[in-house]
């Protein structure tokens, strides 16, 4: 099993949502997310293009935080999901320095917090809050070991790309182009 | 844009905690598959949840209030039974908690001790309070009558104070929803059609092949069914044309983007109607049957082609071409979408006008993929006595100004408030509820000398506004996820309703807006039109009439009853019928030429902004709703402030720097209160620069949203006024940049 998302970057329009439906599902404190949009931008007017992605924790399959963690508190859980034992970190912050996709940050309670492609509710058959919540449903979430998945079934007819990949940490986020 | 925004100081936390407590619960029902791809919509049933329907704006889309195993309100999920929503909020829907532990909130019944526009309030009573306000308005009413008070609301609330207001006397009840945003469509559509859009639109999207947008930046304005049936037509191959100076986000996403000059919309409408017309494009069956005054605007439309459209455009006409044949191979599937905030440049039913007509040539009414034919259920009154009559309606305050409105005007209320602007009548008092005008209305300074010369302005709100500052009473009313409020009820492709009940007591010495109107009624003499002991039973009444009943909604919050109007769309079922004078589609309007407006639509050249100034133009976004959720912690979180956006052109010429403060001069010479950051950008024309309208409040207890930004109704001191049906044109300002603070006094 391999947990996976892929974001349509074709339908995306940036609102936010997902960002919101993660700070009230998780009680991410206000002032951080764990999830985020990027806009990229390229042209000049008016020959123009834009590209809007919904972007997180990229679960890496060979993930470098989980490499230089000094006290395995980041580890691969259930499905591949990389996680954070919340008493096993001690704040030193090398996953944050060693992440290319910037994608954890430290929480004020002292540890460090990241996506968990909630896996409180996957485990309960229930999608991610960002994927259950999107008004474009430009997300799509589940099991790339699984030929007949939905986000299997995306992957197969569409274009994607990943981000840095040249990192070598074969990430677990598609995008959808 | 990076994720460095969104990293906001914490205030509302209750920790990772909660996570713990959630225990594995069996799956029924849908396939592990289906519920991870999130097709279908959880089902947390163990959780104490009740029904809500947003208030954060006029969409209303149905949820589900969660709690915390603390009892706290945790989430607000959407109700996947709703059709506003399809169980999927949008950002402001599930930020609303936010509004909720906002601690800025208004706390207490306030009065005036100070001068109007200074914040001093001392606290009171409910019970003072609102004897204040019906001596108050007693006084008025025997004074000057009771038609010399208005009522100005946006939102759920608005219908109890209705009810109030009809029994006191006045029907000078306006929403800034008609008069500042959707009315000129109303008009131009119930001209053309007979029948106005309300809300929401009937835009069948989800079966559309075309959809066409103009100026309107759906995705951006996130009126939820309507984005969410835009991104199932992208997925489905229809097409897009978008026409907008800026390059919106659904720009991005179109076939066509057009980079139409501002404030030239019906030039490039005309050419469409002239392409579409001299090749025989559009629906001729549909047109002979069901239309009338086609000859003459054949007739009419001939001059109007791409090239003479090309030099008032800057649009190149084989792009005009191109989009039209697009338009007409989709067609009846075609959608030219009639927008919502039309208020544009005082010829805007006009504008709307030539939308229908296209609309009506490409035969999209009443047909799938186009305009499909929406059904209201019909919700009984509770019993009251029968209103009296009001002895100076509107209509008459208005007389023969903009024949064509048809719901009262808040700019006329404003401008009827001011000595001496209409000949025998004065506005004297103004109840608003749920509308902040400083920022509401165009033209701040004119709002602002209209409120100091009344006798009595009554605030009903969540937070203290600028026009709480102004107020001489506040109510605090509690948020929408503390109360009871009427049914929801808005016409769509069933009927619908959908319930809102407390999902929690309310915070502070706030109440629910039928509690208010019914106490304050009591107060006023007029209890009776108030008969119910409680708004359960109100409520209960009125369901258990509809095959329903208060019990039932709340368990399941949104209730669908089937169609009996007939066809979704024109058939033999539901055959083509026109509420017109002709009882057919009128092209040619012979209303408006009675009248003495133009019968067709006419292009008319608007303003350029002078040197060195650039167009005013404004928008939305998707985290926020108008001037109102500016302070919520859990949006401001998202964007805490609107940018100016500049052309990289431009912005070189003044030596701008991205992210540095300026502050917008316009062209009276208005200044905005703060500065505003420079966002530069390709995504805007040099003509003119952008903001995102509802920031730059200037209300010190507004802590998070006070200072952030500016706000563009300061800036419009020029309004259009559109002679059909009063609309407000907002587009015609123009501004500068000033890079050096200009030390003007921050008025509160």
Known sequence: MRFAMAIDTQKCVGCSDCVVACQTENAVPIGYCRDWIVEVNDGTYPQLEMEIRSERCNQCSNSPCVRCCPTAASHYDYGGIVLVTQHKCIGCGACIASCPYDARYTHPKGYVDKCTFCVHRVKEGLPPACVAVCPTKCLYFGDTDDPRSEISLVLKKRKYKRLIPEAGTNPNLYFLI | ??????????????????????????????????????????????????????????????????????????????????????????????????????????????????????????????????????????????????????????????????????????????????????????????????????????????????????????????????????????????????????????????????????????????????????????????????????????????????????????????????????????????????????????DDTQRSRAIAILNALLGSWGRRGGFYLPELKEIPEYPHPPFPPVSKSWRDILGDQYPFADLPLANAIVDGSIPGHLKDFQYRGWIVNGSNLNMTMPDTRKTLEAIQQLDLLVVIDTMPMEITGWADVILPECTYLERYDVLRNDHNREPVIALRMPATEPKYDTKPDWWIAKELAIKMGLGKYFDWKSFDEFLDYKLKRMGSSLEEMKKIGVKKYERTSGDLYFSADNPPSFDTPSGKIELYSDQLEQAGFDPLPRYTPHEEPPEGYYRLNYGRTQSHTFSRTSNNPNLSAIMPENLVWVNPKIAANWQLKDGQEVWLKNQDGAITSFPAKVRITERIRWDSVYIVHGFGHTNPLLTRAYGKGVSDSALITKVLVDPVMGGTGMRGNFVTFLTENPDKEVKA
Not at chain 2, 12 to 40: E, F, Q, W
Not at chain 2, 75 to 93: A, M, T, V, W, Y
Not at chain 2, 131 to 159: C, M, N, Q, R, W
């Open chain 2, 1 to 346: 844009m990076n994720r460095r925004n969104f990293i906001r100081i914490s205030t509302l936390s209750a920790g990772g905690a909660m996570l713990g407590t959630i225990g594995i619960s069996g799956a029924k029902g849908p396939s592990l598959l289906d519920r991870l791809s999130g097709n279908v919509h959880p089902d947390e049933s163990r959780y104490l949840r009740t029904p809500t329907y947003c208030e954060i704006c006029f969409w209303k889309c149905a949820g589900w209030v969660y709690k915390n195993d603390q009892g706290e309100i945790w989430k607000i999920i959407g109700n996947e039974n709703d059709p506003h929503c399809n169980g999927r909020l949008c950002p402001r829907g599930t930020g609303g908690v936010g509004m909720y532990y906002d601690q800025d909130r208004l706390k207490t019944p306030l009065i005036r001790t100070g001068p109007k526009g200074k914040q001093e309030f001392r606290r009171a009573s409910w019970d003072e309070a609102l004897d204040y306000v019906a001596k108050k308005l007693d006084f008025i009413g025997k004074k000057y009558g009771p038609e010399t008070v208005a009522l100005i609301t946006h939102g759920s609330g608005g219908k109890l104070f209705t009810t109030l207001m009809k029994a006191y006397g006045s029907d000078s009840i306006a929403g800034p929803s008609y008069a500042q945003c959707k009315g000129p469509r109303e008009a131009a559509f119930g001209l053309t059609f007979g029948a106005g859009l309300e809300s929401p639109e009937p835009t069948d999207i989800r079966d559309t092949r075309c959809l066409v947008l103009i100026g309107s930046h759906l995705g951006e304005n996130m009126h939820n069914t309507q984005v969410q049936e835009m991104a199932d037509a992208i997925d489905r191959g229809a097409t897009i044309i978008t026409v907008d100076p800026r390059f919106s986000t659904v720009a991005s996403k179109s076939k066509f983007w057009l980079p139409i000059k501002p404030a030239t919309d019906i030039a490039l409408l005309l050419a469409w109607t002239n392409v579409i017309i001299s090749n025989g494009w559009y629906d001729k069956d549909y047109v002979e049957k069901y239309t009338s005054g086609f000859d003459k605007l054949k007739e009419y439309i001939k001059p109007f082609t791409a090239e003479w459209a090309y030099g008032i455009t800057t649009l190149n006409p084989n792009m005009i071409r191109d989009t039209a044949r697009e338009m007409a191979n989709a067609s009846p599937a075609v959608i030219i979408h009639p927008g919502r905030h039309v208020t544009w440049y005082g």
